[in-house]
């Protein structure tokens, strides 16, 4: 029987939160008081790159991160040495109400509602074609976006997979003054411990086994560009030091050499964890962490941004098809607002291509529903098997050119990525006038 003790939480009313106001009421820090006009989420810990900076030894480096929402006050425990509590009852994600005290350590902490602020009128900020959504969420990552690119600080990229983490990376690279060069992506989640040195900095010949030329890394690649380190929180903490030494000297050498290479990049690093709770718990370096969020650009879930399904879906059907509308699929946007999309915007391209191709609508359910034609006035309607091989086409072509450019032309590191077989691959290709 479990003995441990339990708290009642009493129902109360939970509504917007207009401006957050966090006062310490208990533990060394008491009286201090943190309210910003315009943030939408407030850090507490006892490192010094927090919004609220507490001294008190029980509470962690990177404690909790508070967020006010449209239901009330978000708490999201930062996997923290001494949990955050709320009337006794340990929390790791909750939506909670202004006026709830939680507690940290030894210190008390009072999460209250400032009341209204007047903030300067937000205008909207010239978009990258692929960032689409009418949500203030998206909204505001382009407004980030704009701002950050005209600066070369380091930028950390937070959403969950499939949130578009590239997509805003390339547009930051693409409004940035390193247009001209190249963005060069290192994908960290997918590369063996003992292959991403060479990756990243290159190496010599003859300095491992296998390594019969010289290679030239991704910093070399990109000079006078942008790196994206994507999934940055897999990498290991033993190439962690290495990375730390080219942003604080610029300048790097290849595996197996003596030589330094200068380096003029800007990094941008891309995650779906909160490196926070990764320092926390000892899987990355707290100083690596400073470097790499000098800024932050958190994209929003798409199950918070329902209002982005429909121009998303449109955004998606034109690039398949070079039709800038919905077509069938409006009659399914019903359907599309109402799924959960735990795979994000990622899973709603899938679904849209699938859809297109097929004819139906599959969310994941018993059956896949037809998709109603919607044909558009004053033009004529194509026959079914026309309208699918022309869309399978349009895909077929859009995914070989990303998937050829993503491999560096390399058809048989192309099929193995596409996992299809070296001459079908090929023979796709050719149909689609992409090799000789």
Known sequence: MDDSPRTRLQPRPVRMVHRLRITVEAGPDAGAQHAPDDAASIAIGTSEDNAIVLTDPTVSRYHLELRRTASGVQVADLGSRNGTWVGGMRVERAIVPA????????TTIAVEDAGSSVAPPQTEAPRHADLVGDSEGIREVARLVHKLARVDSSVLIQGETGTGKEVVARALHEASPRRGGELVVVDCGSM???LIASILFGHEKGSFTGADQRRVGAFERAQGGTVLLDEIGELPLEVQPALLGVLERRAFSRVGGAQPIAVDVRILAATHRDLRAEVNAGRFRADLYYRLAVAKILIPPLRERPEDIAPLAAHFVEKLTGVAELGPLASALEALRAHPWSGNVRELRNVVEAAIVMGELDLGGERAAPLAAAPSPGRDVAAYRDARAA????????????????????ASEAARVARMDRPYLLTLLRKHGLRS
Request: proline share 3%; no cysteine; aromatic share 6%.
């Open 99 to 106: 006026g709830t005290r939680l507690k940290l350590g030894d």
């Open 192 to 194: 063996p411990a003992t």
């Open 391 to 410: 869309a399978l086409s349009a895909f077929e072509a859009a995914y070989l050119k990303d998937l050829i450019a993503r491999t560096d032309g390399n």
